[in-house]
């Protein structure tokens, strides 16, 4: 601050310094906040402002006079383009009376994408890189296949920004080397390296939304980021949250990039890492592990075959860990527990005992967790039943009881949140057939037993749900 004035700051900028009036530009920094609030509620209903505020905030990308203006600069960038897609899809016109159609909002992508990827490569802060980072992925997702007319400048951007990342992080450890290296700036040299982890998490997130948004045919132009920097991550020398990213980005090419087995190349390099990720002393690597295994089992076809038993090792060293069931852990386990689910499913010929193995995973379940995960897995069950799965129920339906169990828990979640589901209200709907299709196609006694596995608090809750 300048001396006698408290308000006034002074930067410096090129060769120049500036004095300016902090409160003024903590003003500006909230105002912009508000319109990303606005934006963010209205949606659609904010179409009528949506080409001026657009012209506020693109060129406040590098206002470098205030951080927090640049931040909600960039945060606000995804939900412009979330208000111009429902405005498309509402088929609204603005308020000079043209169509918003497909043109329309393309332009808008032309507008809001290529300044984001240019104001990266000036940014001088760490921290906001990372934010222009999350912001590029989340454009990437709602522009979808629009976003494939800006990838060549984005690729170059991103490898010159994991590149400056990997320069500071050398530096850094250069600097912890030296002899008057003290505990003060090991705790500011953690806060950095935090800092660097969190550009190449965005950086990850950003692949990820590109493989969702373009799959297969996005895979050779991502090669060089692939091999040059998440590749050599998966590294067992590698810091636990380097090698949960890299897991994250090939799980991500695993599941939307193996449309004619373009992802098959990666398979021999990341199995390895993968499954001993599985056992990994770190909870999210394992999480990330375990979830991989699933994916690839559902998408690899029989190219995963040989795996199979690898992953049906891996995937019960989690589940039947002791500690399975401590906090940290369950989010790791109940992922285990789907992807169990998914080798089931999509690669029943090659499961040793499948007969076993298949009443093992409905044993583990209802998941009650993660809720993603949860409402998936019991559409899973639901899909099996329906089908009449030769190996769910038992031969003399002993695991009927269990079914009920999960149904009797998962029903009544159904009409609550996102965040308390179990369950979707159409797969209770499901639910509630198969139950009612079991009064006559079940005999009694069996019916009876199964009913009988319920506590009198499980059996008033899914008859207050099935009436």
């Avoid at 040299?189 to 996005?218: I, K, T």
């Avoid at 050599?232 to 990039?257: K, N, T």
């Avoid at 992807?339 to 583990?364: D, H, M, N």
């Avoid at 029903?411 to 639910?431: N, R, V, Y």
Wanted: charged share 25%; net charge negative; hydrophobic share 45%.
């Amino acid at each position: 601050p300048v001396e006698g004035d408290d308000e006034l700051e002074v930067i410096e900028v090129g060769d120049k310094r500036i004095s300016i009036r902090t409160s003024v530009l903590e003003e500006k920094a909230t105002a912009c906040n508000m319109l990303c609030c606005y934006v963010d509620e209205l949606k659609e209903g904010f179409l009528p402002y949506l080409q001026p505020v657009v012209e506020i905030m693109v060129p406040l990308l590098d206002f470098y006079f205030h951080e927090d203006v640049r931040k909600a600069a960039v945060a606000s960038l995804p939900d412009i383009l979330r208000a111009g897609k429902a405005a498309m899809e509402k088929n609204k016109m603005t308020p000079q009376g043209a169509p918003v159609d497909v043109a329309w909002f393309r332009q808008l992508i032309g507008y809001v994408v290529p300044p984001l990827v240019t104001a990266l490569s000036k940014e001088p802060e760490v921290e906001i890189q990372a934010a222009m980072l999350e912001s590029l992925a989340d454009c990437a997702g709602v522009a979808g296949e629009h976003i494939s007319d800006y990838i060549a400048s984005m690729i170059v951007e991103f490898q010159s920004t994991l590149k400056r990342s990997l320069e500071r992080r050398a530096a850094r450890n250069k600097r912890a080397e030296t002899e008057d290296f003290d505990g003060e700036e090991m705790e500011a040299l953690n806060d950095e390296q935090a800092a660097e982890d969190e550009v190449f998490d965005q950086f990850a997130e950003c692949v990820g939304s590109l493989l969702r948004s373009l799959h297969a045919p996005v895979l050779p132009t991502l090669e060089p980021l692939l091999a040059e920097y998440v590749a050599p991550m998966l590294a067992p020398e590698r810091s636990a949250e380097e090698r949960r990213i890299a897991i994250c980005v090939f799980d991500d090419v695993m599941e939307h990039a193996s449309q004619g087995g373009a992802s098959l190349r990666y398979l021999d390099g990341f199995i390895g890492p993968c499954f001993a990720g599985c056992t990994d002393s770190d909870c999210d690597v394992r999480q990330a592990a375990v979830y991989g295994v699933g994916v690839m089992a559902a998408n690899l076809g029989q190219s995963f075959v040989p795996h199979v038993p690898g992953a049906l090792q891996a995937l019960a060293a989690v589940i039947q860990a002791p500690d399975a069931r401590e906090e940290d852990n369950l989010n790791a386990t109940e992922n285990a527990i789907s992807s169990l689910g998914k080798l089931c499913e999509f690669q029943r010929t090659a499961i040793p005992s499948p007969e076993q193995v298949v009443p093992l995973w409905l044993g583990y379940l209802p998941l009650t967790e993660d809720k993603m995960e949860a409402r998936l897995v019991h559409d899973q069950l639901v899909r099996l039943l329906e089908k009449g799965d030769p190996h769910l129920l038992g031969s003399n339906q002993e695991h009927l009881g269990k079914v009920v169990q999960v149904f009797a828990t998962a029903i009544p979640t159904a009409g609550l949140s996102e965040k308390l589901q179990l369950c979707t209200e159409e797969c209770a709907g499901k639910m509630k057939a198969i139950l009612m299709q079991m009064q006559t196609s079940v005999p009694a006694d069996q019916l009876a037993r199964a009913w009988g596995v319920l506590d009198a608090a499980q059996q008033a809750a899914l008859q207050a749900a099935m009436a």
